[in-house]
């Protein structure tokens, strides 16, 4: 399938842009703390032409599934709604978006804590911007597609994934201040690479999920502590006078901010590797967002040679697992620990490095 035979008129704009993986810092940017991801190879595509008949018309080739939007519908379910969410959003910016004709392929898996709706949106940001000649940058694009996330898909994220998806490359972590947006690039600890592994059990994140349960957590444990964000806090003692639950979470992003800011100085391979692992047990037992799957998972590669850490990425309730290991030696590390974990009866596959882009 493709653009011209879907649309029967060839495109005239084409923009892509990547999923993500974060390495540390989970859970902190909608606590305006820091992150510190990386773009993965895998990628979303949206070609783009204007449509004749008075609507907006959006097909994604990975669900072959194609709806049709009257200018006054309402807000559409699935893939499209990030597409509406994005179109709306840039008519509320004041720009005059005409009826669109939109094709998006994809290889950033989906519901795996990779961001493959960030991906969606900040693609079709970009190839709108190219289309319309938007007088748009990168940041704004990243805090649109945030935008379309929580007032179109329900899910009050944070920023890090389309600050990501529209900024970082693969070949170094992205560290971003998500209070003042203040970045930088930073290298790969040295004689390391990365490795992610699906766990096989997937997660819905928005509406309904744990995870805007976990912000609204967040935000009550700020307001009882007297600080705008958790961000304020570096001594993780200060949440003791908190209740049990709400310290916890507050323990949580504390800790996890502190490790993103050590390993944001530069640390060597062993040391991030140690950062992720604590990461991991704070994300398991303060803030509750792993699956015995993905325990397991992560328990298998934490014990493997040549791995220096690893844990829950992305939003959680499932999903894939990071780790970080000696160069060169990812996919061995990968079939070993797949061989092991599928035995126990999982579905997991290697991620990245991909097999086939
Ligand atoms: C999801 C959200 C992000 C972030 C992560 C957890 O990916 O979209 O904003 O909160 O979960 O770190």
């Known amino acids: 399938m493709n653009f011209e035979k879907i649309f029967s008129q060839p495109p005239e704009a084409e923009a892509n842009a990547p999923g993500r993986v974060n390495l540390l810092g989970e859970h902190t940017d909608y606590n305006d703390g820091f992150v510190l991801p990386t773009a993965i190879p895998q990628r979303t595509t949206v070609q783009l032409g204007f449509s004749a008949d008075g609507q907006h018309h959006f097909y994604s080739e990975d669900l072959d599934e194609q709806v049709n939007i009257l200018e006054s519908n309402k807000t559409p379910s699935g893939f499209a709604s990030y597409i509406f969410g994005c179109i709306e959003l840039l008519k509320k910016e004041g720009y005059a978006i005409p009826p669109l004709s939109l094709y998006v392929k994809s290889t950033v898996p989906i519901g795996v804590g990779l961001s493959s709706s960030a991906a969606l949106e900040v693609a079709t940001l970009k190839g709108l911007r190219e ?164 325990d397991t998972l992560v328990a298998m590669l934490q014990k493997t040679s040549g791995v220096f850490g690893a844990r829950l990425t992305g939003g959680g309730f499932g999903g894939a697992c990071v780790a970080l290991v000696a160069t060169g030696q990812g996919r061995g590390i990968a079939t070993k620990v797949l061989e092991q974990f599928n035995q126990a009866g999982y579905t997991g596959r290697i991620l990245v490095p991909p097999k086939d882009l």
């Open 131 to 294: 289309l319309l000649h938007l007088p748009i940058n990168d940041v704004e694009i990243a805090q649109l597609g945030q935008q379309a996330e929580i007032q179109y898909a329900g899910l009050n994220c944070g920023i890090m994934d389309q600050m990501a998806s529209s900024l970082a490359d693969t070949d170094s972590m992205l560290f971003l201040d998500t209070r003042t947006l203040e970045r930088s690039v930073i290298p790969f600890p040295e004689g390391a690479e990365i490795l992610v592994i699906d766990s096989g059990v997937h997660h819905e994140l928005a509406a309904g999920s744990g995870y805007n349960q976990r912000r609204a957590e967040c935000e009550e444990a700020a307001r009882r502590l007297g600080v705008k964000a958790l961000r304020d806090i570096t001594n993780p003692q200060a949440a003791e006078p908190l209740p049990e639950l709400l310290r916890r979470r507050a323990r949580h992003v504390i800790t996890e901010d502190n490790r993103v800011l050590e390993a944001a100085q530069g640390v060597s391979a062993k040391r991030f590797g140690e950062l992720m692992n604590a990461s991991h047990t704070s994300q398991r037992d303060d803030y509750e967002v792993s699956v015995p799957a993905v």
